[in-house]
């Protein structure tokens, strides 16, 4: 019907049409996402800082916002870098393991770094 949306990957049907963000065929009914995903490896995870940089192990950081340490009355400034942080899978919402100067080994959260 239209020939901006691309054939069904299944049945190679031209007459796909939209919903939304979904592409429907109206023959063999498969629905698709219109907008393609990417991926770097497939099955690993990708870690993006605060600004949409892609982090790996070893890369150095820089903290974006003051964060105040949770049962101390020590915070790390903007702008504190931490070296050679290591990413870690499946530890709730903080995927980093580093060593803060002055601080120790502590878990920070990809959103509140910056790569340098």
Known sequence: MNE????CPE???EYTYGIGALLVCPECGHEWSSVPVETDEPGEQVIRDAVGNVLADG???TVVKDLKIKGSSSVIKVG???RGI???DGV???D???KVDGVGPMQLKSSVVKKV
Do not use: N
Request: proline fraction near 9%.
């Open 96 to 98: 980093i393991d580093c």
């Open 80 to 82: 504190t870098k931490v």
């Open 59 to 61: 890369d150095t950081v």
């Open 11 to 13: 049945c190679s049907s």
């Open 4 to 7: 901006t949306l691309p054939p």
């Open 86 to 88: 290591r990413l870690l």
């Open 92 to 94: 709730g919402d903080h």
